[in-house]
């Protein structure tokens, strides 16, 4: 059993590029959602999303997109990154979203120079 | 104000001891609560949820006073594997079910 997989495990960009963090789970999970995680800051939410075809803002949306297209996948875009997307991803998913625990990916170090 | 707040710690303390972990959060809409456990650059993992007439799994017992709106986290007889950092967690109900992540603290045991 997968789980919830996520990649990729390191990415180093350059200011103004974008790119697309990926995350797919095999747990037929409804919940699934974003989180950066800084030093001092705790993970915060990004972006979540409670069904196919449904998404919604967390705590710290400005700078990513995301989409759902299916019940297994959520990807996250950065549009046009800056240093300050320098942060540890997490990816996390969960049967629903209130008394579940979180299945979380294994992470994503990106770097923005 | 942040919504979980927790003492960063770090704590060391040697094999065998007894340590606690408290944590506060200022919503008074969190419904759910639950202690995570996260080893250095890797992702968190359950470690446990928090009932309100209290838990036990184990060598830990978790505490929940929602007039105080306050979480404990009691380890018993510490072992070296528990070193890694503990993260308490409340979910709302009035923010459409989002969880909320403390800073986490850091615990080290010693052999």
């Known amino acids: 059993n997968a789980g919830v997989t996520q990649t990729p495990k390191f990415q180093v960009l350059k200011t103004g590029q974008s790119m697309t963090l990926q995350c797919a789970q095999d747990?037929?999970?409804?919940?699934m959602s974003w989180y950066r995680q800084d030093p001092g800051m705790g993970l915060r939410l990004i972006h979540y999303s409670v069904g196919a075809g449904i998404t919604d803002q967390g705590e710290v949306p400005n700078g990513y997109n995301v989409s759902r297209s299916t019940t297994e996948d959520f990807p996250l875009r950065l549009l046009s990154a800056a240093p300050s997307q320098t942060s540890v991803y997490f990816c996390?998913?969960?049967?629903?979203?209130?008394?579940?625990?979180?299945?979380f990916g294994s992470g994503t170090q990106l770097s923005v120079l | 104000r942040k919504e979980v707040e927790q003492d960063p710690g770090p704590f060391n303390v040697p094999e065998g001891a007894t340590v606690a972990f408290n944590c506060t959060y200022s919503?008074?809409?969190?419904?759910?609560f639950f202690w995570y456990r996260q080893d250095c650059r890797k992702e968190p993992k359950l470690l446990m949820s928090v009932y309100s007439s209290g838990n036990e799994d184990g060598r830990f017992t978790a505490q929940l006073n929602r007039a105080s709106q306050y979480i404990s986290l009691l380890i018993r007889d510490s072992k070296l594997s528990d070193s890694a950092t503990y993260l308490c967690v409340v979910n709302r109900a009035d923010t459409g079910n989002q969880f909320y992540f403390g800073t986490g603290t850091s615990l080290t045991v010693i052999p």
């Open positions: 919503n008074s809409a969190s419904q759910s």
């Open positions: 747990m037929n999970h409804e919940y």
């Open positions: 996390a998913s969960s049967y629903s979203s209130s008394y579940e625990k979180l299945f």
